[in-house]
């Protein structure tokens, strides 16, 4: 069974910096792409970034472009999102997934394990 723990959530203020961490542990888990996902109070959950394990692709959504970045480390089965400049409309709960496919993707049907989730808000 794969799991996904997630850590690193917390309150920021506008213009402040967090950087989460997924550790990713189970069988196979290392040959899926992996992603973070986010979802506010109200909205659907939303892609936010994806990567494979080799690091040499990469993905991010408009909105945060510039400002996350995304990586992993297969030594420690763990995966990051550096993120700067952070916004009011960053706050959401943030969750880890693991892709179906080795590439990554954009679409939450083609992520079959999901972590718990950690709070991210930031204050104006």
């Known amino acids: 069974q794969v799991q996904l723990v997630e850590s690193g959530g917390g309150l920021v203020q506008a213009g402040g910096s967090l950087r989460l961490s997924c550790a990713a542990s189970g069988p196979t888990f290392s040959m899926n792409a992996m992603g973070w996902f986010r979802q506010a109070p109200g909205k659907e959950r939303e892609f936010v970034s994806s990567i494979n394990w080799s690091g040499d692709s990469t993905d991010y959504a408009a909105s945060v472009k510039g400002r996350f970045t995304i990586s992993g480390d297969s030594a420690t089965n763990t995966v990051y999102l550096q993120m700067n400049s952070l916004k009011p409309e960053d706050t959401a709960v943030y969750y880890c997934?693991?892709?179906?496919?080795?590439?990554?993707?954009?679409?939450?049907?083609?992520?079959?394990?999901w972590g718990q989730g950690t709070q991210v808000t930031v204050s104006s």
């Open positions: 997934a693991r892709g179906r496919y080795i590439l990554p993707r954009r679409g939450s049907h083609e992520y079959d394990y």
